[in-house]
């Protein structure tokens, strides 16, 4: 079943995506959660480290494994994935350092897949949308059934994500991500998108025809998802159950 809910604004998104991972969180505290990088779950780790500091949830018996990161980038930029959720969310938590997991160039990718598997498989996923429709880094034209791997970054994800960088040459080109399959693997998933610059992907992937031309469409089919829109993100207004 999917579940979809529009909030005034991305403080009200923010707080109920806050109440669903800690939810997640304290019903099965060995949780296998995937994270997501990108503006958008800014305001739910913020939420979540309030939540620990109130003692609310505590991270000591969770796995979690990101989504994507860039290649390219040396050890500790800044703008590397690893640096975003140490920075956002890692830092601030009792997380212990062996429980985090990046999908790596390095080594094989697809080994991230397995790794997955030998921890039980991902109890819940969180997801943001690019413009252009993408989750993770699965650019428009992934295949449904891909798996962890090397990709190229289409030219309007590398337009998007220039606003980070000081120089658009700055971006690299290229990210390991986990697949399509990988993601729809996942027990749950917790989709989040805000903004206007987003409401044309909401509409194609929650609305429009289940295509590889639009990542995020294969979502229509996830026994499990939760939508979360602001206003500007669901202007079209996409119906609250599918
Ligand atoms: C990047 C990430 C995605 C993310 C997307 C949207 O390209 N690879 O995982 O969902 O950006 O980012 P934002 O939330 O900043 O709009």
Redesign the pocket.
């Known amino acids: 079943m999917t579940f979809i809910q529009s909030h005034y604004d991305y403080e009200g998104l923010s707080d109920f995506a806050a109440y669903v991972v800690s939810n997640q969180i304290k019903y099965k505290p060995t949780s296998l959660i995937g994270f997501?990088?990108?503006?958008?779950?800014?305001g739910l780790y913020k939420r979540l480290v309030k939540r620990y500091d109130e003692g609310d949830i505590s991270f000591d018996q969770l796995t979690t494994v990101n989504?994507?990161e860039y290649i390219g980038l040396p050890d500790g930029h800044e703008q590397s994935?690893s640096a975003f959720m140490q920075h956002h969310l890692f830092d601030h938590v009792n997380i212990r350092p062996e429980s985090i997991h990046f999908p790596s160039a390095d080594s094989e990718p697809s080994n991230f897949d397995l790794m997955i598997q030998q921890k039980g498989g991902i109890d819940l996923q969180i997801?943001?949308?690019?413009?252009n429709g993408?989750?993770?880094?699965n650019e428009p034209g992934s295949s449904f059934d891909s798996l962890t791997r090397v990709v190229d970054?289409a030219s309007s994800?590398i337009q998007?994500?220039a606003r980070?960088f000081d120089h658009i040459d700055d971006v690299p080109t290229q990210?390991v991500?986990m697949g399509i399959k990988t993601i729809m693997n996942a027990r749950k998933i917790l989709l989040?998108?805000?903004?206007a610059?987003?409401a044309d992907a909401v509409f194609s992937c929650l609305s429009g025809p289940e295509t590889e031309d639009v990542p995020g469409s294969c979502l229509q089919s996830h026994p499990e998802l939760t939508v979360l829109l602001d206003d500007e993100a669901n202007k079209y207004y996409v119906d609250s159950m599918i």
């Open positions: 997501a990088t990108g503006s958008t779950p800014v989504l994507d994935y997801l943001g949308l690019g413009t993408h989750i993770g880094f970054l994800t998007d994500n980070f990210a991500t989040l998108a805000s903004g610059s987003k």
